[in-house]
């Protein structure tokens, strides 16, 4: 089978890139050899690879800076998408595309199911749900929803990629104080498990349509880095705060948990968010990480 997969160069595409040649044929583009926000660039592109799948892995991540940008949010995590979709259902390919927690506002006290109605917070959040909606354009279709994602080890210029928990490693490599909400709960992403999973439900034909695709479990940011500072032997402290402490442009969602109960009826078990914390931070390791990278 042919893939395409578009975004190959971000934290998650290489991973996937890396995975999915082992057992398939993978055109494998960055922004520069694709840019999705171009309608007609894409259609041509797909139209000449005639790939069986499309697997977007591009996206517009930068939360706080989409309320000020959203143009450029929506052309990347909506429009982008609908185009993908539109070029997918031409050459009827599969099409799989990644979505957020941050379509759900955060009220709930237990893990969202997929059936749960989004209500998005933020420009970020919005434009991830009708990225969603669109995705549903191509004749056959998953939208997996991440969540903290993290892991994909270095840029091609040896720097580190600078999720979340990166930067909470690397302060506690670094000997400092690390700042964590105690009442930000999520189910985290790591990026070789979301990977796995992309790979099984395009072997297995499992149903189309959206599925929570995050390790299982759930957690407050100050449990994963006391979790952290554990596996790595790090003496700095952990300092819980709390989310009306902290000034942020963009709303988040105070509750961030997802069920994996529809992945997991297709055959595809997420490891627990404590098990993948355990293989990123050796992963590092191996990158000689025992020193700060920066983020």
Request: charged share 20%.
């Amino acid at each position: 089978m042919k893939i395409l997969v578009t975004g190959a160069e971000g934290q998650l595409g290489r991973s996937l890139v890396r995975l999915l040649a082992s057992d398939w044929q993978v055109l494998a583009v960055n922004r520069r050899e694709l840019d999705i926000v171009d309608a007609g660039a894409v259609r041509a592109q797909v139209a000449a690879m005639r790939p069986a799948a499309i697997v977007n892995c591009a996206a517009y991540n930068e939360v706080d800076r989409a309320e000020d940008e959203p143009a450029t949010a929506f052309a990347v995590n909506a429009f982008g998408v609908r185009s993908l979709a539109r070029a997918a259902a031409d050459v009827g390919a599969l099409f799989v595309h990644y979505s957020t927690d941050f379509v759900f506002d955060g009220e709930s006290e237990a893990p969202y199911h997929e059936s749960d109605p989004p209500r998005p917070l933020s420009v970020y959040g919005h434009s991830k749900l009708l990225g969603e909606r669109y995705a549903a354009e191509a004749l056959r279709y998953y939208v997996l929803r991440l969540a903290s994602l993290f892991g994909g080890g270095l840029h091609p210029g040896g720097r580190r990629r600078g999720s979340t928990l990166d930067r909470i490693a690397d302060a506690m490599l670094a000997g400092r104080d690390v700042n964590a909400f105690v009442d930000r709960i999520a189910s985290p992403s790591y990026v070789d498990d979301v990977a796995h999973a992309t790979s099984r439900l395009l072997s297995v034909g499992a149903p189309e349509g959206v599925y929570h695709c995050v390790n299982s479990g759930m957690a407050s940011w100050y449990d994963m880095s006391l979790e952290a500072a554990r596996l790595l032997g790090a003496t700095a402290r952990v300092v819980p705060i709390r989310m009306r402490d902290v000034t942020v442009t963009a709303a988040r969602p105070r509750f961030c948990a997802l069920s994996n109960g529809r992945l997991a009826a297709a055959g595809v078990a997420m490891p627990a968010w404590q098990d993948a914390l355990a293989r990123y931070l050796r992963e590092r390791a191996t990158q000689g990480s025992s020193v700060c990278l920066g983020v």
